[in-house]
């Protein structure tokens, strides 16, 4: 190790956590610095970097996702459909509610899945969360259909029903099945004025925000005591960020878009006999083998999976990780989560990974999922050597530049722009009290030397200063900045 890294590791509160480290030249293979390398540490999402690259080889980089809508039933010539709607999920993590003018993704810095991790960092993106239901209802009523006498239902059996984290993982997904709240403050003691995207009837939105003086901390929470109603209730600082951002996760993702393209269609001049309103008819669904012998209405294309692998990686996205294994299940004829995550395994294990060196159990970066050191600077090892590198390459944020690493160093600092790495944060219980559970730091240096390096920075288990929550956000944000300044060390000197 060298004598920067070691100084960097044993400052306080850093030299309390257990720490471990990879650096190895990507060429010759040859290890620079190491510490701890074969001991499992906690990963956090730089369990998204095998995840990302398992779906890679099963889909590929230019896979696009097809989402129909077919019908049950005729049109007569009047445009009467006697049968039922059917918008068929294909896991499109966006559905077009991201996707911009040149046809990619947008993609924040800081994403507004983590708005309530994080509170006052999110910002939400300039596109249309509904731009894909939109498009879907065009096309429908361009087919000539105007009046729909049966139902409109969401067909989510692309694979078996699962959740992760208490968050449902489902093939249609809209504004990633979140209601986004923003709060602008007014003049402390005032209250903030609230607004919500998208607007649908599926929820009312019952607030009370009061803006307190600047210099304070936010303190927003949203819940629902009663269906379709959220209420949202705390206080932002009259120098917040306009707008504040913070979301509510939808419990029913398959009635919320049911009822958003109900919304849609409306819109476009396709009446709907069925209310809007109430939980997926699914019912209702023919077999999923004669949902595929249906006439089509419309067909959503998505941007190509390049983009969606982008969009993980840069802002950590839980949700869109959490697709992968399904994804990846169907890909293989299989159905579960479980199945996907034995795909990923089984990579690995083509990658030439020692299955003995992690263990991951899911896609996101839970605490359950360990690596050493040595297995994830492999895998970076292994996809460099891959045809489509630069699709993972890219995919991830670059140091003083974009994504989880915009502002770990500075724009000017030597190493900005040559450090491409995905981090990984959890706070969770050590010793019976709060602790930074795990900061991780893992990619690729273009080291001022000219040589690239696989690296790989862990460090598990620092308690959090006052066992608080607050504390410990404010750690991990230190730490993500400490990890930065060791990838810039080694850019300097591996």
Same mark, same amino acid.
């Given at each position: 190790?060298?004598?920067?890294?070691? =100084?960097?590791?044993?400052?306080?509160?850093?030299?309390?956590?257990?720490?471990?480290?990879?650096?190895?030249?990507?060429?010759? *293979?040859?290890?620079?610095?190491?510490?701890?390398?074969?001991?499992?540490?906690?990963?956090?999402?730089?369990? =998204?970097?095998?995840?990302?690259?398992?779906?890679?080889?099963?889909? *590929?980089?230019?896979?696009?996702?097809?989402?129909?809508?077919?019908?049950?039933?005729?049109?007569?010539? +009047?445009?009467?459909?006697?049968?039922?709607?059917?918008?068929?999920?294909?896991?499109?993590?966006?559905? *077009?509610?991201?996707?911009?003018?040149?046809?990619?993704?947008?993609?924040?810095?800081?994403?507004?899945?983590?708005?309530?991790? !994080?509170?006052?960092?999110?910002?939400?993106?300039?596109?249309?969360?509904?731009?894909?239901?939109?498009?879907?209802?065009?096309?429908?009523?361009?087919?000539?259909?105007?009046?729909?006498?049966?139902?409109?239902?969401?067909?989510?059996?692309?694979?078996?029903?699962?959740?992760?984290?208490?968050?449902?993982?489902?093939?249609?997904?809209?504004?990633? +099945?979140?209601?986004?709240?923003?709060?602008?403050?007014?003049?402390? *003691?005032?209250?903030?004025?609230?607004?919500?995207?998208?607007?649908?009837?599926?929820?009312?939105?019952?607030?009370?925000?009061?803006?307190?003086?600047?210099?304070?901390?936010?303190?927003? /929470?949203?819940?629902?005591?009663?269906?379709?109603?959220?209420?949202?209730?705390?206080?932002?600082?009259?120098?917040?960020?306009?707008?504040?951002?913070?979301?509510?996760?939808?419990?029913?993702?398959?009635?919320?878009?049911?009822?958003?393209?109900?919304?849609?269609?409306?819109?476009?001049?396709?009446?709907?006999?069925?209310?809007?309103?109430?939980?997926?008819?699914?019912?209702?669904?023919?077999?999923?083998?004669?949902?595929?012998?249906?006439?089509?209405?419309?067909?959503?294309?998505?941007?190509?999976?390049?983009?969606?692998? /982008?969009?993980?990686? /840069?802002?950590?996205?839980?949700?869109?990780?959490?697709?992968?294994?399904?994804?990846?299940?169907?890909?293989?004829?299989?159905?579960?989560?479980?199945?996907?995550? /034995?795909?990923?395994?089984?990579?690995?294990?083509?990658?030439?990974?020692?299955?003995?060196?992690?263990?991951?159990?899911?896609?996101?970066?839970?605490?359950?999922?360990?690596?050493?050191?040595?297995?994830?600077?492999?895998?970076?090892?292994?996809?460099?050597?891959?045809?489509?590198?630069?699709?993972?390459? +890219?995919?991830?944020?670059?140091?003083?530049?974009?994504?989880?690493?915009?502002?770990?160093?500075?724009?000017?600092?030597?190493?900005?722009?040559?450090?491409?790495? =995905?981090?990984?944060?959890?706070?969770?219980?050590?010793?019976?009290?709060?602790?930074?559970?795990?900061?991780?730091?893992?990619?690729?240096?273009?080291?001022?030397?000219?040589?690239?390096?696989?690296?790989?920075?862990? !460090?598990?288990?620092?308690?959090?200063?006052?066992?608080?929550?607050?504390?410990?956000?404010?750690?991990?944000?230190?730490?993500? =900045?400490?990890?930065?300044?060791?990838?810039?060390?080694?850019?300097?000197?591996?």
């Amino acid at each position: 190790m060298s004598a920067e890294l070691q =100084k960097l590791m044993s400052a306080t509160p850093w030299s309390s956590g257990d720490w471990g480290v990879q650096v190895t030249d990507l060429k010759s *293979g040859k290890v620079v610095q190491s510490k701890n390398s074969t001991s499992r540490f906690v990963t956090g999402s730089t369990a =998204k970097t095998f995840a990302v690259s398992a779906a890679l080889d099963t889909l *590929g980089g230019d896979h696009r996702f097809r989402t129909p809508i077919v019908h049950s039933g005729a049109v007569s010539e +009047n445009g009467r459909l006697s049968g039922n709607l059917i918008m068929v999920g294909s896991g499109d993590l966006t559905l *077009g509610g991201r996707t911009n003018a040149a046809g990619k993704l947008d993609v924040p810095d800081f994403d507004h899945y983590d708005a309530n991790a !994080v509170p006052g960092m999110a910002t939400l993106t300039r596109e249309d969360p509904l731009a894909g239901i939109d498009h879907l209802a065009r096309q429908v009523a361009a087919s000539g259909i105007r009046r729909i006498d049966g139902d409109v239902v969401i067909d989510n059996r692309l694979w078996d029903p699962v959740s992760i984290g208490g968050t449902p993982i489902t093939p249609t997904v809209v504004n990633d +099945n979140l209601i986004d709240v923003l709060i602008t403050p007014s003049a402390p *003691g005032k209250p903030a004025k609230v607004n919500w995207r998208p607007k649908t009837a599926a929820f009312t939105v019952d607030a009370q925000v009061t803006t307190t003086s600047a210099g304070t901390k936010p303190a927003v /929470k949203t819940d629902s005591t009663t269906p379709g109603h959220i209420r949202v209730r705390g206080s932002v600082p009259a120098d917040a960020t306009a707008p504040f951002v913070t979301t509510y996760q939808v419990p029913d993702p398959a009635a919320f878009a049911r009822t958003v393209l109900i919304e849609a269609l409306t819109r476009h001049g396709v009446t709907v006999a069925a209310p809007p309103l109430g939980s997926n008819p699914s019912s209702k669904l023919p077999s999923a083998k004669n949902v595929k012998g249906l006439p089509v209405s419309a067909t959503y294309i998505s941007p190509p999976f390049r983009e969606y692998a /982008k969009l993980i990686n /840069k802002v950590s996205h839980n949700l869109g990780a959490n697709l992968l294994p399904p994804l990846m299940a169907v890909q293989h004829g299989e159905r579960t989560y479980a199945d996907g995550m /034995k795909a990923e395994r089984d990579f690995l294990a083509r990658a030439g990974i020692d299955r003995k060196s992690f263990t991951l159990v899911d896609a996101q970066g839970l605490p359950g999922d360990k690596v050493t050191p040595v297995a994830q600077t492999e895998l970076l090892r292994h996809l460099a050597r891959r045809d489509d590198f630069d699709v993972f390459h +890219n995919s991830m944020p670059s140091m003083g530049v974009d994504g989880s690493l915009a502002d770990v160093i500075e724009p000017t600092d030597p190493a900005a722009g040559h450090i491409r790495a =995905k981090t990984g944060t959890l706070v969770g219980a050590f010793k019976g009290k709060l602790a930074l559970t795990t900061k991780a730091l893992a990619g690729y240096i273009d080291a001022k030397n000219g040589h690239r390096y696989a690296f790989a920075i862990y !460090v598990n288990n620092i308690p959090s200063p006052g066992n608080n929550v607050n504390n410990a956000i404010d750690l991990a944000l230190k730490a993500n =900045k400490q990890l930065g300044a060791m990838a810039a060390s080694i850019y300097q000197n591996p």
